[in-house]
């Protein structure tokens, strides 16, 4: 599939809106959305089944194809497909955040181990160190706020390789494209601004939809969760329009269409 020309594409800022534009322009975006929705609700394998959807949607978008959302199906062949493709992208996603995973987890766990030997050492120590351990429990406890808010600025920027990574695997269909290390960094580093900006306005859309989701009980959080999966993925795709548009080599797209069980005519 040729990919058209970066002159070709108009330059779009980071949008959280796109894929609400794209669904404005389907006719069939109601059915799609509830029978897609229904589909999340199954732990794992509807997720998976989900992603995969969203990975062909976000092909076709770039790719300038309508409808950008494949139709609902009840084909076992088209479902284990788009759970396939959705598999490559978690599995993407995952490893790329494996490093700040493990950082999150050593950090946490000294400052742990650290106030409890504080507080340890203040209850049994020896009196003429107790006011000195209990006067170092506060100072302790605003250092290892400072700490965290370190650890949380560095695993943002952690991140920013790990979506562009999933959003190469996404396009392309393959995992490979996905650990190609030098073109992810590549592509994070062209449009940096753009990355950055999409990670705090999705941090910020996260927040205020899981509050709304706590009006709905129960379904709430798949709600929530469905409408964060679905703005991530084509907030990506417009930071993609900008790294093409700044001259960046095209990410190979992966088919348009799913695999079925229905001979092709």
């Known amino acids: 599939m040729t990919v058209p020309s970066a002159t070709d594409r108009p330059t779009r800022t980071v949008d959280l809106t796109y894929a609400f534009e ?13 029978i897609y929705l229904l589909i999340w609700v199954i732990p794992i394998l509807g997720w998976l089944v989900v ?20 139709p609902p199906t009840a084909d ?6 788009y759970a396939e493709q959705g598999l490559k992208a978690f599995v ?3 490893v790329w955040s494996l490093p700040a995973m493990a950082l999150t987890l ?6 742990y181990f650290a106030l409890i030997a504080s507080v340890m050492s203040a209850a049994f120590g020896a009196d003429s160190t107790n006011g000195l351990s209990f006067v170092m429990i506060p100072v302790f406890i605003c250092g290892g706020v400072v700490v965290m808010a370190m650890l949380a600025v560095l695993n943002a920027l952690l991140s920013l390789p790990a979506a562009a990574a999933t959003l190469r695997a996404e396009l392309s269909g393959q995992l490979g494209r996905g650990f190609d290390f030098q073109q992810v960094m590549a592509m994070v580093r062209l ?5 950055v900006l999409n990670l705090v306005l ?4 996260t927040v205020v939809t899981v509050l709304f989701a706590n009006a709905l009980p129960i379904l709430g ?5 469905f409408v964060i999966a679905l703005t991530r993925v084509f907030a990506v795709v417009s930071v993609y329009e900008k790294y093409l548009a700044a001259g960046g080599e095209p990410v190979p797209l992966g088919p348009m269409e799913p695999r079925t069980s229905t001979p092709a005519r």
């Open 191 to 195: 449009v940096l601004r753009d990355w």
């Open 221 to 225: 959080i798949f709600v929530a969760t």
């Open 76 to 81: 076992l062949t088209t479902l284990l497909d």
């Open 106 to 111: 050593a950090v946490v766990g000294c400052l």
């Open 92 to 94: 993407t996603s995952l």
């Open 22 to 34: 794209l669904l404005q322009r389907d006719p069939e975006w109601m059915p799609k959305l509830g």
């Open 51 to 70: 992603m995969g959807w969203l990975s062909y949607a976000a092909r076709r978008a770039v790719a300038r194809l309508t409808p950008v959302f494949p």
């Open 202 to 205: 999705l941090a910020l859309a």
